[in-house]
């Protein structure tokens, strides 16, 4: 891996690489559901960024190209005598850097965000059919303690 690599806040001249980054990456509940121009999610990235308790995330190479990103959500609670919950979703690595160690750098960040926030928990779900992406999580330390259940509405 490229010591190169940064993981940092996303910016909007990020977001036509990030839509490509979790488009190319979509399970079949997301397949064909997606619009196929990506200043259709400007308003939802603009929200996310603009939204206190959420950030996206991207990692960029030395060419400034994103090849992968996730999204934090800080969750209020009362569990744990209120310390906050993490959430992570759409984490997602281009393709050509799967196995490159892009991955546990992003989750080594979403970590250090979490700690800094005195998160008494990361917690993130996956598609069942990402097979390869349980694994991962399994070595970075995460259990599957949970099930999860999802009602589609769109």
């Known amino acids: 891996m490229s010591k190169t690599i940064r993981i940092e806040k996303a910016r909007p001249e990020h977001l036509r ?3 490509a980054v979790i488009n190319a990456g979509a399970t079949s509940v997301r397949r064909d559901k997606e619009h196929s121009s990506w200043q259709a999610y400007r308003p939802a990235f603009d929200a996310l960024c603009a939204a206190p308790e959420a950030d996206i995330y991207v990692a960029v190479n030395e060419d400034e190209e994103v090849i992968g990103t996730f ?5 209020k609670g009362i569990a744990f005598q209120g310390r906050p ?9 281009r393709q050509d850097q799967r196995g490159t160690g892009v991955g546990r750098l992003m989750m080594d960040k979403a970590e250090e965000l979490a700690r800094q926030a005195d998160a008494c928990l990361l917690q993130l779900t996956s598609n069942r059919e990402r097979e390869g992406s349980h694994l991962f999580y399994k070595r970075l330390g995460y259990d599957q303690s949970h099930l999860g259940y999802k009602k589609m509405l769109v």
């Open 71 to 75: 999204q934090i959500h800080f969750l």
């Open 85 to 93: 919950r993490v959430e992570l979703e759409s984490v997602h690595v």
């Open 17 to 19: 690489e990030i839509v």
